[in-house]
């Protein structure tokens, strides 16, 4: 496909995206910014899956932007394993230039970081980049985290232990799941104790998000 025909279907899909996940003009423009040096930065570096290029706006941005009607009052957020900026990035665009607000990426990988850094200053976005293990972010971080996130990261097992920390402390943990929630949710379930609610996704009829608000292991775990 021309560059022509491709520039017509993100504008599509954005279209569809926005649709579903309404922004102010100015979140808009940091978006656009965003998708632009992600795009300029997946010529070089597999960021996201190449299958998912052409529907980037519905498949990542609205995917992640959703999230943010379930902690509408958030203000501090930390996404573990941020990778390609997602969710972080376009929850960030959205609380640019809202007091004390401040979305965490976090993210172990080198090459990542340095574009999450470089997304982050092209777009104004109102996050900071932590090049360090999720676990060691938890552990270290002073400030009080009210949402904790993670897409694409880990099974939920493996993802509520990178989340204790927070969620000890009172963070909310929303992460985004595909059709395997349930049977990640049952392995779970041998080692922790979850009070944990789905909601389904507005961007993917096989979608769930994992409301997380308490959680601790099990004794016989």
């Given at each position: 496909m021309?560059?022509k025909?491709?520039?017509a279907?993100?504008a599509?899909?954005?279209k569809?995206a926005l649709?579903?996940?309404?922004?102010?003009?100015?979140?808009?423009?940091?978006?656009?910014?965003?998708?632009?040096?992600?795009l300029?930065?997946?010529?070089r570096?597999?960021?996201?899956?190449?299958?998912?290029?052409?529907k980037?706006?519905t498949?990542?941005?609205?995917?992640s932007?959703?999230?943010?009607?379930?902690?509408?009052?958030a203000?501090?957020?930390?996404d573990l394993?941020?990778g390609?900026?997602?969710?972080?990035i376009?929850i960030?665009?959205v609380?640019?230039?809202?007091?004390?607000?401040?979305?965490?990426?976090?993210e172990?990988?080198?090459?990542?970081a340095?574009?999450?850094r470089?997304?982050?200053a092209?777009?104004?976005?109102?996050?900071t980049?932590?090049?360090?293990?999720?676990e060691?972010?938890?552990?270290s971080?002073?400030?009080?985290?009210?949402?904790?996130?993670?897409?694409?990261?880990?099974?939920?097992?493996?993802?509520f232990a990178?989340?204790?920390p927070?969620?000890?402390?009172?963070a909310?943990?929303?992460?985004?799941?595909?059709q395997d929630?349930?049977?990640?949710?049952?392995?779970?379930?041998?080692?922790?104790?979850?009070?944990?609610a789905?909601?389904r996704?507005?961007?993917?009829?096989?979608?769930?998000?994992?409301v997380?608000?308490?959680?601790?292991?099990?004794?016989?775990?």
């Amino acid at each position: 496909m021309n560059k022509k025909g491709e520039g017509a279907d993100l504008a599509a899909d954005k279209k569809r995206a926005l649709a579903l996940t309404p922004v102010s003009r100015e979140t808009e423009k940091r978006l656009d910014a965003f998708v632009a040096i992600l795009l300029e930065w997946q010529r070089r570096q597999n960021l996201i899956a190449a299958s998912t290029v052409p529907k980037i706006w519905t498949r990542h941005v609205a995917d992640s932007l959703q999230l943010l009607k379930l902690a509408p009052q958030a203000k501090t957020w930390a996404d573990l394993g941020a990778g390609a900026g997602f969710p972080g990035i376009p929850i960030a665009c959205v609380l640019a230039g809202k007091p004390g607000t401040m979305v965490h990426l976090i993210e172990s990988n080198g090459k990542k970081a340095a574009f999450l850094r470089a997304a982050v200053a092209a777009t104004g976005a109102a996050a900071t980049v932590h090049h360090m293990r999720a676990e060691d972010f938890g552990e270290s971080c002073a400030e009080r985290i009210e949402v904790v996130t993670a897409r694409a990261l880990a099974p939920l097992k493996e993802l509520f232990a990178q989340a204790l920390p927070f969620i000890r402390r009172g963070a909310v943990g929303l992460f985004p799941k595909g059709q395997d929630v349930e049977a990640e949710l049952t392995e779970a379930a041998k080692y922790w104790s979850i009070d944990a609610a789905k909601q389904r996704s507005v961007t993917a009829p096989e979608g769930q998000i994992v409301v997380l608000r308490g959680l601790s292991k099990r004794k016989s775990a």
